[in-house]
C-alpha cells in the first residue's frame, strides 16, 4: 500500500512538473523576422506579417516556428509580389517556412541556436548567435546571414547578392 | 509605354536576345550551307536546343543545369526534347516512335510544370494543357511541312515573346528568359527561311511546352493584377493559324493567305499583350539589377 501511494504521488509529481514547463507562444506580434536583400548599388528590407510557433523549456530549450510566407512584406509593393512569384521564395508552392531548433549552447559571448530551417522546400542546418533571456518573458535577439541559393534561389545570380541579412527579435510571455 | 528598366533591358539583350537569335541565325545558315535545305528541319531543332542550353549559360538562369523544383529550369529541357521527338516524326521519318517520345515529354510537364493545385481542381486543366501543346506544336509543323517558310515559325516567335511580356507584367523574370530565349531564337529562323524557304517546322512541337508551360507557370505564380484572359490569349492565338490548312485558305495568293493567317493572329496577341499592359506596371520595385 505504502509503495503504491508512493508510486502515485512520484507520477503526480511528474506530471505536475510537466504541465509546469515553460511555454512561449510566438505569434507576428511578439516576434519579428525581418530580411535584407543586398545588391551592387542598394538593398531592400522586408519581413513576415505571421508566423506561429513556441518556445518550451523541458530540461532542453526547444524552439519551433512556422512562417506564413504568404505574409511577405518589403519596402516596395511591386518587390513583394516579385518576391512572393517563382523567381524568390514561390509562395503558391511553399506557404510555409519552417525552423526547429535541434540544439541551444550557452557560451562566452552569448548563445548558439542550431536547428532546421527549411525554405523554398529546401531544409539545412543552420547556427547563429542570439542573446537570450528568460523568466516571464523570453527575448531573443539575433542577427545572421544564409545563402539564399542554399535554398534553390538562384534568380539574379552575380545581380542580387547570394547572402541575405535575417534579423529576429523574439519577446514573448509565460 | 512603360519599358523596364535600362540596365535589365541591356542584360537581357545580351544573355537572351542577342545570343538566341544569333544562334538561329547562325546555325540555319551554317546548315543550310554546308548541308543542304533537306536539313532546315534537323538544324531549326539543333538551333532551339543549342539556344536554350547558351541562354541558359549566359543568363544563369539555372546555374546547377539539371532541372530544380522550379518549373522554368524543367521548361528548358521539355522544349529540348519536345523539339528532339518532333525531329523524329520529321527528319527520321519515325511518326509512331517520335510521337511516342513527345507523349513521354508532355507526361514529364504534366508532372513537373503544372501546379499540383490544378492536376485536380479544374478537372480540364491537364487534358487543355497537354491538348494545347499538342495542337499548337504539332498543327504549326503540319502547316510548315505544307508551306515551308517564316510563316510558323514567326507566329510562334510572336506569340512567346508576347507570353514573356504578359509574364514580365506578372513579374516572372525567369520565366521572360524562358520565353524570350525560345522566341528569338525563332524569329532568327525565321529570317533564314524567309530566304531559304525551308521548313523549320520540327522546333515548334518543342516551342509548344514554352509557350503552354511559362503562360500556366506565370498565371499560377504571379501575385499582380494580369488578367487570367492574357495567360489564356498567347497560348491559343497560334491555333488561329491552322486555318491555313483548310484547302480554301491554302489555295488563295501568298499574300492573301498571309493576310488570313497572320492578321488574327498578331491581333489576338496584341489584345493579351493589352491587358496584361493596362492592368499591371512593369515596375519590379527593383530600380536595377
Same mark, same amino acid.
Given at each position: 500500500m505504502v509503495r503504491w501511494f508512493l508510486g502515485l504521488t512520484a507520477a503526480v509529481a511528474v506530471s505536475l512538473s510537466a504541465t509546469a514547463a515553460d511555454k512561449y507562444k510566438l505569434d507576428g506580434d511578439n516576434t519579428k523576422i525581418e530580411f535584407t536583400g543586398t545588391k551592387k548599388d542598394g538593398k531592400h528590407v522586408g519581413g513576415f506579417h505571421k508566423l506561429t510557433g513556441e518556445v518550451t523549456h523541458e530540461g532542453d530549450w526547444k524552439i519551433d516556428v512556422t512562417i506564413d510566407t504568404n505574409s511577405l512584406y518589403s519596402d516596395d509593393e511591386k518587390l513583394t509580389g516579385h518576391l512572393k512569384a517563382g523567381d524568390f521564395f514561390g509562395v503558391k508552392d511553399h506557404p510555409t517556412a519552417t525552423f526547429t531548433s535541434s540544439k541551444i549552447e550557452k557560451g562566452a559571448k552569448g548563445f548558439t541556436v542550431t536547428g532546421k530551417f527549411t525554405l523554398c522546400g529546401k531544409s539545412k542546418e543552420i547556427s547563429f548567435p542570439a542573446e537570450i533571456t528568460t523568466g516571464d518573458t523570453f527575448t531573443l535577439k539575433s542577427e545572421f546571414k544564409i545563402d539564399r541559393t542554399d535554398y534553390g534561389m538562384t534568380y539574379g545570380a552575380g545581380k542580387v547578392d547570394n547572402e541575405v541579412a535575417l534579423k529576429v527579435t523574439v519577446s514573448a510571455k509565460k | 509605354m512603360q519599358l523596364p528598366p535600362t540596365p535589365m533591358i541591356l542584360d537581357e539583350l545580351r544573355t537572351t536576345v542577342g545570343p538566341s537569335f544569333l544562334i538561329g541565325v547562325g546555325v540555319l545558315i551554317f546548315y543550310r550551307l554546308v548541308l543542304g535545305k533537306s536539313y532546315t528541319p534537323l538544324a531549326a531543332v539543333v538551333a532551339l536546343v543549342l539556344s536554350l542550353a547558351v541562354g541558359n549559360h549566359l543568363g544563369q538562369l539555372n546555374p546547377a543545369w539539371w532541372p530544380t523544383e522550379k518549373r522554368f529550369t524543367w521548361l528548358l529541357w521539355l522544349a529540348a526534347a519536345g523539339s528532339l521527338a518532333a525531329a523524329v516524326v520529321?527528319?527520321?521519318?519515325w511518326p509512331t516512335v517520335g510521337h511516342a517520345l513527345w507523349a513521354a515529354v508532355a507526361a514529364v510537364a504534366v508532372i513537373r510544370v503544372v501546379p499540383k493545385d490544378y492536376l485536380t481542381t479544374p478537372t480540364w486543366a491537364v487534358p487543355a494543357f497537354v491538348l494545347l501543346a499538342a495542337a499548337v506544336g504539332f498543327g504549326l509543323m503540319r502547316l510548315s511541312e505544307r508551306r515551308p517558310g517564316p510563316l510558323t515559325p514567326f507566329v510562334m516567335a510572336a506569340a512567346l515573346m508576347t507570353a514573356g511580356a504578359v509574364v514580365i507584367h506578372a513579374h516572372s523574370k525567369s520565366l521572360l528568359d524562358v520565353a524570350t530565349l525560345g522566341g528569338m531564337c525563332l524569329f532568327g529562323i525565321a529570317a533564314v527561311v524567309l530566304v531559304t524557304k525551308g521548313d523549320a517546322g520540327p522546333a515548334l512541337p518543342g516551342a509548344a511546352f514554352l509557350l503552354t508551360g511559362v503562360l500556366l507557370a506565370g498565371h499560377y505564380e504571379t501575385f499582380s493584377k494580369v488578367p487570367t484572359t492574357a495567360f489564356v490569349l498567347p497560348a491559343v492565338a497560334? !491555333? #488561329?493559324? #491552322?486555318?491555313? !490548312?483548310?484547302p480554301a485558305v491554302d489555295r488563295q495568293q501568298p499574300w492573301v493567305r498571309l493576310v488570313i493567317v497572320l492578321l488574327p493572329v498578331l491581333a489576338v496577341l496584341a489584345v493579351a499583350g493589352g491587358l496584361a499592359a493596362a492592368n499591371e506596371s512593369l515596375a519590379f520595385g527593383e530600380d536595377e539589377y
Open positions: - | 520529321r527528319s527520321l521519318k497560334p !491555333l #488561329l493559324a #491552322l486555318v491555313g !490548312l483548310i
